[in-house]
Nanobody
């Protein structure tokens, strides 16, 4: 069984930066893709960025050039570096691993960007 724990969220002023971490426990096999998603109340959860086991990345248009996803497979950790944060980035951020035709989700971490 895979469990994911996110950390690094918090309150930051517009223009600031945060670095989110997602640490996995359990066996992680390849192929796999790890993604960061975010959700605000009343809206669907949306993809922010994802990275494959080959480190191929994909970003939502709204975060391109500001966010960077990376991974340290040896430590089973994926990072989301968020720079130039905007109030509209405020959301709960979730980590998801897709592996062996299953999705595993973390519990989420709150990111709040004040104007």
């Amino acid at each position: 069984q895979v469990q994911l724990v996110e950390s690094g969220g918090g309150l930051v002023q517009a223009g600031g930066s945060l670095r989110l971490s997602c640490v996995a426990s359990g066996s992680i096999s390849s192929p796999n893709t790890v993604g960061w998603y975010r959700q605000v109340p009343g809206k669907q959860r949306e993809l922010v960025a994802e990275i494959s086991h080959l480190s191929i990345t994909n970003y939502a248009d709204s975060v391109k050039g500001r966010f960077t996803i990376s991974r340290d497979s040896a430590k089973k950790t994926v990072f989301l570096q968020m720079n130039s944060l905007k109030p509209e980035d405020t959301a709960v951020y979730y980590c998801k691993v897709w592996m062996q035709l299953r999705n595993y989700w973390g519990q989420g971490t709150q990111v709040t960007v004040s104007s």
